[in-house]
């Protein structure tokens, strides 16, 4: 497999656990429904350290073009190859979402809510407020890039490196994503927004397009001060 299949791949295993755990909390008739925050952050976080076991020998197993981002800020990824790997995460993140539709296709019927079915496929505020919302994800992101540099420089561990990137995830989405959802990361956000946006779901409603910048721009902007300060602090 090459690293740019490898990237499509692994951001797909990525949302679909990731996904899936959103879908089996907020959608109705589900087992899982109403099994709250702690769930979804647990499942979120496993979901990235199995995507990464999956691919992180195939392609590094960025799954984020935050990370990207920040890797190349870094001195630590070739920047040339930086788009083909943007576009990798968004083809994974897209298909992923469409596998999570049909995973739960009986459940969207029977959930009424236009909000809840949005929130398995994107994030939202809990209360908008565009520059903090920015701001919250600069913040949550920049933690993930540059914990996630220094989890890679860990090499006593190696072997456990990408659980310990999931529990990471499980400690932002605890300590940070309560009040965004915690995108940090362009492409689990745009990728099934888009998804959400073409898929024949049953009472949808809109994909709150006015909102989708927020989750981009902010894990860029992240990635690249977490890329920066961890070369700074660590590789200068």
Do not use: C
Request: net charge neutral; aromatic share 10%.
């Amino acid at each position: 497999m090459s690293p740019f299949f490898g990237e499509v791949t692994g951001t797909m295993l990525l949302i679909i656990l990731g996904g899936g755990v959103v879908a089996g909390v907020v959608l109705k008739r589900s087992k899982a429904h109403h099994s709250g925050w702690i769930v979804i952050t647990v499942g979120w976080g496993l979901a990235v350290a199995m995507a990464v076991y999956a691919v992180g020998n195939v392609s590094g197993a960025h799954l984020n073009p935050a990370v990207t981002l920040g890797l190349a800020v870094a001195g630590q990824f070739p920047w040339a190859d930086v788009p083909a790997y943007m576009v990798a995460q968004l083809i994974g993140g897209f298909l992923g979402a469409v596998v999570v539709w049909a995973h739960y296709l009986p459940h969207w019927e029977v959930t009424e809510s236009p909000a809840d079915k949005l929130s398995v496929f994107s994030t939202a505020p809990a209360i908008p407020h565009t520059l903090a919302n920015l701001i919250n994800e600069i913040i949550a992101t920049f933690v993930l890039v540059f914990g996630v540099m220094a989890i890679g420089a860990n090499t006593l561990a190696e072997g456990l490196n990408p659980l310990l990137v999931g529990l990471l995830v499980v400690s932002i989405g605890v300590s940070l994503g309560g009040t965004t959802g915690y995108a940090i990361n362009p492409v689990r956000d745009f990728g099934p927004r888009l998804a959400h946006a073409v898929l024949p779901i049953a009472g949808k409603g809109d994909s709150n397009w006015g909102y989708a910048w927020v989750p981009i721009v902010g894990p860029l902007i992240g990635g690249v001060l977490g890329g920066f300060l961890y070369k700074l602090a660590f590789l200068s």
